[in-house]
Every structure is written in structure tokens, then in C-alpha cells.
């Protein structure tokens, strides 16, 4: 069990730096071009659905920080592939981000962290989601499933730094940080 702490802690020191570095890359400077920001949102995206939840909730929270200082991506995060206005093709392989063509592509990444098994995870992308979405949306009305007590637990998230998302959250030891409410099975 040691060993398996040293390796994720390894691990989260290195996403850090990571996190670190993306944050001096992508959101200290003042002006980016749109779709070099957008090749990075949705590479993160796709990274995200293949990390572990607590990374994933810091990435998460990256992109949402990085979307929401780039006003016209930020419906890309909040919208399904159904309603998506992007036409082309995305090229993840391309070596300059700026030509990937990341705006032709929904985000479909978020439909499916949205229905992530970690709690937490699935109910901070619903949150990321609805917000957005109820900013740029004026007749807008709230999904069912998503709640205000949900909101308002899941705002820590949003003050949060990726560092300290990784490490509230970390679920090395075999279980879910924190642990999810338990839901009370009703028979009749």
C-alpha cells in the first residue's frame, strides 16, 4: 500500500507541474489565438476521459477556467454534439494546434464525463454545463437532475486550483474522495 502512495503521489506532483505549466502557457497570457485555445480545449477534454477522476476533475476545472476567459469557446463546453455549429474535420495528429481545426468538432468529451461513475466528477460537469448555458441563454431552464444543492456543492470546484482538486480528490487508496452520499433505496 506504501508503494502504491509514493506512485500517486509521483504521479499528482507531476500533473502539477503539468498544470503549472499550462496555466503560464494558456491562461497568463492576455491574447490567443481562438483556435489554438480551442485545439488545447479539446485535447484536454480528450485526456480528461482517460484519467483517473481526480485528474479529470482538475482538468475539468482547467478547461472550464480557460473557456470562461475565452468567451466564444465557452459554448463549445456546454453544448451536445446534436446542437453542435462546427462544421470540418478535428486532426488531433496535426503538429500546430492553430490548424487542427478543434472549432469544426463539438466536445463530445463532456457528454460523456457528464455520466462518469465518480460522483463528484459527473455532477461538476453537469454544473459546468448548466451555468454556461444559463449565462448565454436567457429562457433557459434548468435540466431535471440538476439541483441547486448541487450548485452550490460543487462551487468549491470552481474556486479551487488543479493542485489542490488532485489532491482532495485523490482516489489511490481504492476509494472515492470524498465519499458520495448515500442514496436511501425506497421500497413500497
Given at each position: 500500500a506504501e508503494y502504491m502512495g509514493n506512485l500517486s503521489q509521483e504521479r499528482n506532483r507531476r500533473v502539477g507541474l503539468?498544470?503549472?505549466?499550462l496555466h503560464l502557457l494558456?491562461?497568463?497570457?492576455?491574447?490567443l489565438p481562438a483556435p489554438r485555445v480551442a485545439a488545447f480545449i479539446k485535447r484536454l477534454s480528450t485526456i480528461s476521459i482517460q484519467q483517473?477522476?481526480?485528474?479529470?476533475?482538475?482538468?475539468?476545472?482547467?478547461?472550464?477556467?480557460?473557456?470562461?476567459?475565452q468567451p466564444y469557446l465557452a459554448d463549445a463546453i456546454a453544448s451536445s454534439p446534436q446542437d453542435a455549429k462546427g462544421s470540418g474535420v478535428y486532426d488531433p495528429d496535426i503538429t500546430m494546434p492553430d490548424h487542427a481545426n478543434a472549432e469544426g468538432e463539438p466536445i463530445w468529451e463532456w457528454c460523456y464525463l457528464a455520466r462518469a461513475s465518480h460522483p463528484t466528477l459527473r455532477n461538476y460537469v453537469k454544473v459546468i454545463q448548466n451555468t454556461v448555458?444559463?449565462?448565454?441563454?436567457?429562457?433557459?431552464t434548468r435540466p431535471v437532475g440538476v439541483t441547486e444543492a448541487m450548485i452550490a456543492e460543487c462551487?468549491?470546484?470552481?474556486r479551487s486550483?488543479?493542485?489542490?482538486?488532485?489532491?482532495?480528490?485523490?482516489i489511490s487508496y481504492g476509494a472515492f474522495n470524498p465519499p458520495p452520499n448515500p442514496k436511501r433505496a425506497r421500497f413500497s
Open positions: 503539468v498544470f503549472r505549466a494558456l491562461i497568463k497570457p492576455k491574447q483517473p477522476p481526480h485528474i479529470a476533475l482538475a482538468l475539468t476545472g482547467f478547461i472550464q477556467s480557460l473557456a470562461m476567459k448555458e444559463e449565462a448565454h441563454t436567457p429562457s433557459f462551487s468549491y470546484l470552481s486550483t488543479p493542485a489542490s482538486i488532485i489532491k482532495q480528490h485523490d
